[in-house]
């Protein structure tokens, strides 16, 4: 049975080094970033905390959560740049922010940036740590960005969208780690206290040994954008963004992730070694849609023999569940909602009142870590459950078994490399206005 995973170890360094070193811009975006030094006289608290600027790229539903969650993290957060490439989304953003954290919000007009150059402007602000959460397939090279100005960052999932994403993104990883910056996962169920808890408990041999895994992520379609006369094709899509498969990576590399990787921790992060897979459109048949699955089931097939059977679903008037069940030679455990063992060992997890869920949590130990001055990097599994991801949703697209092996060296990636408003729709509507979708069996990918 895989032995738990452990934290990497750094070397310690004060709190006011490590807030001094993060405000020091490494060159590559603009000289504007190396006004980020800290200056000391500005903390105010009498718990003698420092300030720590941040900055947010995307500023979607997430990207504004993830900046509240970081106000109410740290007292000493300031939220200082939003960046995002629609200028209604920044002030929306703005104004959400503004209420939950008044005393914590210091974007001025000045520092609120749209368009497709608005990232580099967050990231050449004052801002020492950059949040992103926008359209999934910018956030390999955000990262990158944001490790070239000398940033701690941390990356909404999925992290990478294709094969040639994730390779670049574990390089941009590395990179971090030579230069003492973090790289933060938003792959908050591994700060889901209750999941975190069973988690150790299935890992200390709770259940015996894993037999089998099953994951569920089934729901009606959600974060959906009716298209508008005002708009182009190309900003509708990106308005809609979700629901493309060429900015998001489609519904297993969304949703399945999560627990995907709850399974990745138990595996000790081992990686599967094939899938195969079934999916497609059955209901979703309207423009709003775009042109992902509304659903799909993956088997994947670890080294050990263990087995992942992962299901998937977005439709209206459906069984619904999100969740995780781990069977083992000698009981099982159910994560999720509720946390519990049954079998050889009883146990189920007793949520605290006002416990906060994993979103908040991953922003809590984010800023815990920089107030201990400790630098820590989850490129590891954040390469790895978001490759696992991937190879589903392509063995369901191709209908073929795929190695997990053939699919970490695979050239096939998302077109256009490069894309903004200027950009021809790489998929277009049909004159029933519905897009075109991958047809397992004849979906070839690279």
Known sequence: MPKRATRNSQPHTSRREFLKKSGKALGGVAAAGAAGKL???????????DVIKVGVIGCGGRGTGAAINAAAADKGVRIVALGDIFEDHVQSARAQIQKAAPDQTAVDDAHC??????????????????????????????????VDAGKHVFVEKPHAIDPPGVRALAGYCEEARAKNLIVASGLQMRHEPGVVECGNRILDGAIGDIV???????????????????????????????????LSGDDVVQSL??????????????????AH?????????????????????????????????????TQYNCFNE?????????????????????????????????????????????????????????????VRSTLAAILGQMAAYTGKRLLWADVEKSNWAYEPAVADFNTEPPVKPNEKGIYPVPIPGETKLG
């Open 212 to 246: 089998a895994m099953e994951v569920n992520f089934l729901r009606a379609p959600y974060v959906i954008r009716e298209p508008r006369p005002e708009w182009s094709e190309i900003q509708f899509q990106f308005r809609n963004w979700y629901h493309f498969r060429w």
């Open 39 to 49: 200056t000391l006289e500005q903390s105010a608290y009498a718990a003698g905390s």
């Open 257 to 274: 992730i999560h627990p995907i990787d709850i399974c990745q921790r138990l595996m000790g992060e081992e990686p599967p070694v094939m």
């Open 113 to 146: 940036f749209a368009g497709f150059d608005a990232y580099k402007n967050v990231i050449a602000s004052d801002a020492q740590v950059i949040l992103i959460a926008c359209a999934s397939r910018f956030h390999p090279a955000y990262v990158k960005a944001c």
């Open 322 to 382: 999100y969740s995780v069940k781990v069977f083992g030679t000698k009981g099982r455990a159910f994560m999720i909602g509720q946390n519990y063992i049954e079998g050889a060992t009883k146990w189920e997890y007793e949520r605290k009142k006002g416990e906060p869920g994993g979103h908040q949590m991953e922003q809590n130990h984010l800023f815990a870590q920089i107030r201990a001055g400790k630098i820590f990097n989850n490129g590891l599994y954040m």
């Open 277 to 313: 897979a079934m999916g497609g459109r059955a209901q979703l048949n309207d423009k709003k849609f775009g042109d992902v699955f509304d659903h799909t089931a993956v088997l994947y097939e670890y080294k050990n023999g263990v087995r992942l059977y992962g299901f998937v679903r």
